[in-house]
């Protein structure tokens, strides 16, 4: 495979992601195009310098240009994508992604991709409350994490090209799981406070509150604005695992619930005790 | 009653509360007095000029010479002073507290309080994660919601200066609940979202994964640094109104949970929806 900085890159799917994505390859030198539906955003790319060129057509003489592609669409459109395209892939092509959610796709990619290229999954821990190419840039990855999740399927050379993927687009911390151990901490650090959050918002009508609160209302519910098409999706890709994030959260919740009918006070201090030493390693 | 500007004050407790009162006050150009446990207490909030004068004994000598006294002690023991002392307050003075909870005490007091003084619960939204005198700052009222939860037994002048009061801390807003609707708003916008903070941050041994939180996992876990002594006895002095709340939380996150387990797309993406109108109304 050739080095990185020789590569075209090509953004599959111009959303807040992946324009973010052609923003910081762009500005970093690379030749960057794009597939994406509407040519509006295509000229709104165009007009912010975010690619050199681009097409909402899928073509097999526009697609065997590039050396990496990355897709940036929901997971059960960019799997049936690639099913439908991998023709046009240029013979060594590394594929990759940007999805939240691993076990439950990378597999199976593999599973039916052509020998002679190679996806590899990539989860940038970048993001904001906005959708839309209008919102994208390059500053959201400056210290983030991205996340590879290689598989024996993966060959070393395009293991160290997604890392330096990563570089490139300005993440702070590069590293390496597997797509399970990946899934277990997304569904914890992640999915499971989402839930949370709403569960939260939607449990009272809180309108008549609002002038009353604090911060820790706020903070608790800042995620519950949500892409409810996009996140319901995620869920279900990776339900088992936050199902079981779900459990722990929720037997916790219930014995404390159980001290405070109890009037168990000792219950109640050693677990808040616990809380604020393990509270203290995220500080 | 005196206008609110000739009344000496006295802080019953100098912790960062009844600190952050002494500061406050002083700073306005009230005579403010303390009584507290420690005399280096008394003594750094001299140094720092938090008050004009201390004591670390109860005495009448000293107590009477009080129009308002502002108890910010941990509520069983303040409710255990009153009853003690009561002989010793000024004929006329204005008792009044910090306290985040009001049903399970403001009855309390008023029933076995002298008929010539008068309790009246307040409640100032602010606070810090530390405790301590060290921590004291008036700034913490700046803006903050200022709660006053008067009864029937309440007189319109003691009423007006415990409003005054809240206004001379410097707070933004000046608002009047019953003690039971209070009780309900503290219950669902603060305890509950800390019973959800602590369960989420014991639930699962997260050590391993700081290295991969982003913000929403540090967000929902802020107030999971807690001070178990004071807040499990909030909790059980507002417990049948915590638990409802608990209960309205558990209803939604295990009809959440319902939705993931049975595929239910259109059941989660309706609740989603709902929860970023509502989210919308905190902004």
New interface residues.
């Given amino acids: 495979m050739k080095p990185l900085n020789e590569c075209r890159i090509l953004i599959v799917g111009l959303g807040l992601m992946g324009g973010s994505y052609a923003d910081a390859l762009t500005s970093k030198g690379f030749e960057v195009g794009a597939i994406t539906r509407k040519q509006s955003t295509i000229d709104l790319a165009l007009e912010r310098g975010l690619i050199r060129h681009g097409s909402t057509e899928i073509k097999k003489e526009y697609v065997e240009k590039f050396d990496i592609i990355v897709f940036a669409l929901y997971p059960h459109i960019f799997t049936e994508w690639i099913e439908k395209y991998q023709d046009y892939f240029k013979p060594g092509a590394l594929l990759t992604d940007v999805t939240g959610v691993k076990g439950s796709i990378v597999y199976k990619i593999q599973e039916m991709l052509r020998g002679d290229v190679e996806f590899i999954g990539a989860h940038p821990?970048a993001g904001r409350e906005m959708s839309g190419i209008e919102y994208a840039t390059g500053d959201i990855f400056k210290g983030?994490?991205y996340?590879v999740t290689p598989t024996e399927k993966n060959s070393e050379e395009a293991i160290e090209t997604c890392k330096e993927l990563g570089k490139a687009l300005g993440c702070g911390?590069i590293?390496t799981l597997t797509p399970g151990a990946h899934d277990e901490?997304i569904g914890?650090?992640?999915q499971?406070?989402?839930?949370?959050?709403?569960?939260?918002?939607?449990?009272?009508?809180?309108?008549h509150?609002?002038?009353?609160?604090?911060?820790?209302?706020?903070?608790?519910?800042?995620?519950?604005?949500?892409?409810?098409?996009m996140?319901?999706?995620l869920?279900?890709l990776n339900?088992e695992e936050?199902?079981r994030?779900?459990d722990?959260?929720?037997?916790?919740?219930?014995?404390?619930?159980g001290f405070?009918?109890n009037?168990d006070?000792s219950g109640?201090?050693?677990?808040?005790?616990?809380?604020?030493i393990?509270?203290?390693?995220?500080d």
């Fill in positions: 821990m983030a994490n996340i911390k590293r901490m914890f650090l992640s499971l406070t989402h839930c949370i959050a709403v569960s939260l918002m939607v449990c009272k009508d809180s309108r509150l609002s002038d009353y609160t604090g911060d820790s209302f706020r903070d608790l519910t800042r995620i519950a604005r949500i892409n409810d098409e996140w319901s999706e869920f279900l339900k936050l199902l994030q779900m722990l959260f929720l037997d916790k919740f219930n014995e404390l619930k405070i009918e009037d006070v109640m201090r050693e677990m808040m005790r616990l809380s604020t393990r509270r203290g390693y995220f």
